[in-house]
């Protein structure tokens, strides 16, 4: 089955940029998501379709493919932006979908 | 404003049956699809079960395939989630999220937890 991986912790400082990585299998040939999610909340779309942002959500967020991995870039890194962060994307040969394993982002 | 509001959570013993529900509103449900993505204590998202618009056309993960069903009610626009033969590891929070063109998920409720323990 496929499978995304995604590094368990990325730290940065303050006004830094953070850059999030999810691999996968030719996963530039798949349509990729991303996802913030809070404690105690709900998980927010933030990019869909590898670099596409919902209304609302802050042009330093930014999505990147290449063969196998997707990127999720934040710029200008505030205190607000630690949370969980997971990459998503339907298996089109199995028709199910599949979310990495999430990576909690430190704010330092 | 779209609105996703899951309820029917709550303690079950091993083995028994659960019937979350999802109730929508600000959207036209009838024309959305909608999946069910659950998340164990501390853990990361599993996605469990997608549902088209005409309620027809339904996937499961093989974790829950044959155990879970995934159904809707259009007429109330009510999504969801009939939980058979439940096991400990069932134990979640489970949400509702609406499905958009391309895969991704673009609006989820808050989530019900179920504790599947005897």
């Known amino acids: 089955s496929y499978v995304l991986t995604q590094p368990p912790s990325v730290s940065v400082a303050p006004g830094e940029t953070a850059s999030i990585t999810c691999e996968g299998n030719n996963i530039g040939r798949k349509s990729v998501h991303w996802y913030q999610q809070k404690p105690g909340q709900a998980p927010v779309l933030i990019i869909y379709?590898?670099?596409d942002r919902p209304s609302g959500i802050p042009e330093r967020f930014s999505g990147s493919r290449s063969a196998n991995t997707a990127t999720l870039t934040i710029s200008r890194v505030e205190a607000a932006d630690e949370a969980d962060f997971y990459c998503?994307?339907?298996?089109?040969?199995?028709?199910?979908?599949?979310f990495g394993g999430g990576t909690k982002l430190t704010v330092l | 404003q779209v609105r996703l509001v899951e309820s029917g959570g709550g303690v079950v013993q091993p083995g028994r049956s659960l019937r979350l529900s999802c109730a929508a509103s600000?959207?036209?449900?009838?024309?959305?699809?909608m999946a069910w993505v659950r998340q164990a204590p501390g853990k990361g998202l599993e996605w469990m079960s997608l549902?088209?618009?005409?309620?027809?056309?339904?996937n499961y993960a093989d974790s829950v395939k044959g155990r879970f069903s995934v159904f809707r009610d259009n007429s109330k626009d009510i999504l969801y989630l009939l939980m058979n033969s439940l096991r400990r590891e069932d134990t979640a929070v489970y949400y509702c999220?609406?499905?958009?063109?391309?895969?991704?998920?673009?609006?989820w409720g808050q989530g019900t937890l179920v504790t599947v323990s005897s």
């Open positions: 999220a609406r499905g958009r063109g391309g895969g991704s998920f673009d609006y």
């Open positions: 998503h994307l339907r298996d089109t040969s199995s028709d199910r979908h599949i």
């Open positions: 549902i088209f618009y005409d309620g027809d056309n339904k």
């Open positions: 379709n590898d670099d």
């Open positions: 600000g959207f036209t449900f009838s024309t959305s699809t």
